[in-house]
């Protein structure tokens, strides 16, 4: 028992390394005599062992310890003999097989039970994998078996980082760069330029993504208010109701029956704004004028023709005429010598036909919004009018002149047979 406790670190240590391997017990019983005749030489080695007092150290090397030989068969039982030695040695190294093949079995049996499915290669031989889960949480083994060896996963594996990272790296910041233009110079093939290029892009896409989105939610917004004014109802009561009566259609397909089937996109509205005709005529008609009828126009008209040409029944100098297109009616009044206008209106034949020759007016490309009929066309009052007075006292002083002029025997020019009747005559009046 001494010169086994006693021995070199070495062999402890080779001792143990055989002790955690995976080889089998008959082996490692053959490799018992020649780890104990190593054990012997080591121990022969040392001086204090061999001779047992460290001050008397061997002084040459005739006087250490002979090698160790086999016993005879009549050797005294008393003191250590070589085979004593040797089958102490034996039975360590077997009960370590023993152990480790224990070990191996329940292993076994646990991994089993916990379903592994990968095997543990190390050096060509299968090991348990027991222990992978405390060397990758950096756990000690509660057994002690400091030679163990956890492999990875497999011969294949390359790891967390790869099996060359930088050329990981530069691939992955390329593959983004290499099918950019020519024009993009070094940016294609550059690392820290296609790097620096690319998370550029990377950025740009990331806030382009959201600037279209905002976009298109804008385009949808905007497709549904014309539609829904088309209808006469603004976006925003458009939307409320649909809540209101419980529509839960988004804007994207609201937009599209907007623009593929826009009777479905009344249909929904319809449900949710029952009244939209009414407010559709009102926004048709919101700030425009009131249309006023033919049988209105006449009303307004001809009495305001009739006071401002008070002798427009009775004077031959006058012609008047009235003619209607579909809802729009026009009124000329002709004042003048005859016989002027029949050398005059073979000059300018469209003014027969209720028209105006364009350098008589000035400005005649100019648009201008026609007045209120009710705002121009007003009756005159002599009280507040004087102007329309001062040419009311002369218009009756010519009556009173004619009739005196009538009385005494005198002819007097005048029309007859007119009156406001006359105006829906089918035959014009003409100077011809």
């Not at 290029?197 to 385009?219: P, T, W």
């Not at 490309?365 to 006292?393: A, C, H, V």
């Not at 009156?419 to 009046?429: A, V």
Request: aromatic residues 10%; glycine residues 6%; proline residues 6%.
């Amino acid at each position: 028992r001494a010169p086994l406790e006693s021995g070199p670190r070495q062999v402890m240590g080779l001792a143990q390394l055989l002790a955690s391997s995976s080889l089998p017990a008959a082996f490692v019983g053959m490799l018992s005599p020649a780890f104990t005749a190593l054990h012997w030489a080591a121990s022969s080695s040392s001086p204090s062992l061999a001779r047992g007092s460290a001050k008397e150290p061997c002084r040459n090397s005739a006087e250490a310890s002979p090698p160790p030989s086999l016993p005879p068969s009549g050797a005294s039982r008393s003191g250590t003999s070589g085979w004593s030695q040797l089958a102490v040695a034996g039975a360590l190294l077997g009960a370590a097989a023993l152990r480790t093949s224990q070990r191996r079995r329940n292993a076994a049996a646990e991994a089993k039970r916990r379903g592994a499915a990968c095997p543990v290669i190390f050096a060509g031989v299968q090991c348990s994998s027991d222990g992978l889960g405390a060397a990758r949480t950096g756990e000690a083994e509660k057994t002690g078996r400091a030679s163990k060896v956890v492999a990875r996963w497999g011969p294949t594996w390359k790891g967390r980082a790869g099996r060359f990272p930088p050329i990981r790296r530069y691939e992955m910041w390329i593959k983004y760069a290499k099918n950019w233009a020519p024009r993009a110079g070094r940016r294609r093939n550059c690392f820290v330029a296609a790097k620096q290029a690319v998370m550029a892009q990377l950025k740009s896409k990331y806030r382009s993504r959201r600037i279209f989105r905002r976009f298109i939610r804008r385009c949808w917004i905007h497709r549904v208010r014309n539609n829904a004014m088309l209808h006469g109802v603004r976006y925003g009561k458009f939307i409320c109701m649909l809540k209101e009566a419980n529509i839960n259609i988004n804007r994207k397909i609201l937009q599209q029956l907007g623009v593929y089937d826009r009777a479905v996109f009344t249909n929904v509205l319809e449900v949710a704004v029952p009244d939209w005709r009414a407010r559709k005529d009102w926004f048709d008609n919101k700030g425009k004028k009131e249309e006023l009828t033919v049988q209105e126009m006449d009303n307004l008209a001809i009495p305001f023709l009739e006071q401002h040409f008070p002798n427009l029944y009775t004077d031959p100098c006058i012609r008047f005429n009235r003619q209607q297109t579909g809802g729009r009616v026009e009124y000329t009044v002709d004042i003048g010598d005859p016989e002027e206008w029949r050398e005059f209106l073979p000059k300018q034949p469209e003014l027969a036909n209720f028209e105006i020759a364009d350098h008589w007016i000035k400005n005649a490309n100019m648009g201008l919004q026609s007045p209120d009929p009710k705002l121009f066309l007003r009756p005159f009052d002599e009280e507040t009018e004087p102007e329309y007075k001062r040419m009311m006292d002369k218009v009756r002083a010519q009556w009173a002149a004619e009739e005196e002029a009538i009385a005494r025997g005198e002819k007097v020019e005048k029309k007859e047979g007119l009156s406001r009747e006359s105006w829906y005559d089918e035959e014009p009046q003409s100077w011809f």
